[in-house]
């Protein structure tokens, strides 16, 4: 069997080499590499087409233009020569036997129609240093069925999941949404060993907006497959109870956010055992995520509650 990769690329200069650079070195390499730009505005194209001159790997460019991740993933798989292909992040890149676990896996299990690889956190600075080390401990211990297929390392049989496709109406959780309803035709696996190391978010800025959106499009993503986790809904309980509790009874109570992200700082800080250093930075970066999570879990029950939900309504095939 063949793989082709897909890369999405926005404004991606500072690590598409090293991604690029990655699929040069797989023991078995692609039989196309095609990236789908959202209309970068960097020298990622530059970057890209200095790398097609170098490599003996077909590479083709495609256009998205709608800042829409479900609509790229689509457009790549359309154009794919291959029955295989697998996404990669172009701020990611895979280890080198990569492509060779993914297509052994689908090898051994014909009734395989998506696989998720493992995924190591990098970051390019110590609060993502910091944040890598939280997220990693909550993927270990409360991340499991389709949450633990993650676009960034994902790979489908295109013969198998038939005429399934991205909802494009789903900006975030696409990845989720589209394991959740493939299942009706095939089956997908987690295959860890298959690994790629992709970056954590840089600066507090960015990571309280990834993490509001997250909260908000796991609501979404709950409400569509009735699938819920209560660990997502934690921070917005204490939340709402710290202001109810704050106003009621002390103020004390609505230290509640902070006290519970020092919890959870101290506990991961106890499981893996971190630099001294990171420990500060562990205890903004819980207290960001609760802050920006629970505001966007708010945000989406209450969008649920007043009927002004954005809930795309579930995309339905004739079964062929």
Known sequence: MEISVIVLT???ARTIDRCLDSLVAQEVAPAEIIIVDDDSTDTTLAAVEEFRGRCDIPVSVLRNGQHNISRGRNLGMAVARTRLVAFLDSDAWAATD?????????DRDARLGVIGGGVDVAHASPFAEAIAVNDETIRQLATSEELLIAGCNMAVDLTAVADERFDERWIHAEDSEFVDRVEDRCRWAAVPEARVWHESRATLRGYMRQMYKYGLWRVRYAASTRKVRTIDYVPTTVMIAAAILGAAVSPWLLLAVPAMS???AAFV????RPPVRLWPLMVIG???KNTAWGLGVLVAIVQQVTARSQVPPRLTRTAS
């Open 262 to 264: 020092l919890a959870e």
């Open 98 to 106: 990569w492509t060779r676990k993914l297509i052994a896996t689908f």
């Open 269 to 272: 800080i106890a499981y893996r």
């Open 286 to 288: 819980w207290l960001a």
């Open 10 to 12: 926005y404004n991606s």
